[in-house]
């Protein structure tokens, strides 16, 4: 699977929106890109995935660079909640294991 | 509804005990996968189960590791004569199919395992 790098830890305050960055310079054309994140002591949740649109769902949405090199998560609204490690995963349409990296550790901050 | 379970939550061992992990998946879910997640780290890993069939397990670190799904449903990870290198958290995730679009994986809440 493709390399992601993301920036060790992010703050945000609360009720702020929150942008994730994720570069993924190489991606392939059938990489599709998954974004977990890691409560505390709990396993890791799915957040959101695309392909090659954006994406929103009801946590968060997904912006989707053209070239699709890079890729960021945003959090409308950060809620003390949200505070967790989030993962930047790409993942082949032939059912490829995840390849999960140290991914961005989240402070939210009231 | 019920996601994945694991349990023990928490298991202790001495060094050269054998341990076994159980995780049961959601109902109906065809894939399962293990990981490992050792601390400050994302999870890496170790083996996947298509029902009963274990195709893939090049990320299980050693033969002291060994997983079996029999039935399709619950699995087991057992590592025998455990090391101190093996205290990590272990995961447990299921899919309803592997392939996309719906392969999310819901994840349990782990297993710790602590190994004197």
């Known amino acids: 699977d493709a390399k992601t790098t993301q920036p060790n830890s992010m703050e945000s305050n609360e009720e702020e929106p929150v942008h994730l960055p994720c570069n993924h310079s190489t991606i392939s054309g059938t990489d599709y890109i998954h974004w977990y994140r890691q409560l505390p002591s709990q396993g890791p949740e799915y957040v959101i995935h695309?392909?090659?649109s954006n994406v929103n769902n009801r946590m968060a949405s997904l912006a989707i660079a053209e070239d699709r090199k890079s890729s960021t998560l945003i959090l409308h609204r950060a809620t003390l909640r949200d505070a967790a490690v989030y993962y930047c995963i790409l993942r082949g349409n032939y059912g490829q294991n995840f390849v999960f990296g140290p991914g961005t550790r989240l402070s939210v901050l009231p | 509804g019920a996601g994945v379970s694991q349990s023990p939550r928490y298991k202790v061992a001495k060094r050269g005990q054998d341990v076994a992990l159980r995780c049961d998946p959601i109902?109906?879910?065809?894939?399962l996968f293990w990981y490992q997640q050792a601390l400050g780290q994302g999870p890496e890993f170790l083996t996947y189960?298509?029902?009963?069939?274990?195709?893939?397990k090049s990320g299980l670190p050693s033969d002291r590791f060994f997983a079996e799904r029999p039935e399709g449903s619950v699995s087991t990870l057992k590592i025998q004569r455990t090391q101190q290198e093996d205290s990590a958290v272990y995961l447990c995730?299921?899919?309803?199919?592997?392939?996309?679009?719906?392969?999310?994986?819901?994840f349990g809440p782990g297993t710790r395992l602590t190994v004197l």
């Open positions: 189960f298509q029902n009963e069939a274990q195709l893939d």
């Open positions: 695309g392909l090659t």
């Open positions: 995730a299921s899919s309803l199919v592997r392939i996309p679009p719906n392969n999310e994986q819901f």
């Open positions: 109902s109906g879910h065809v894939s």
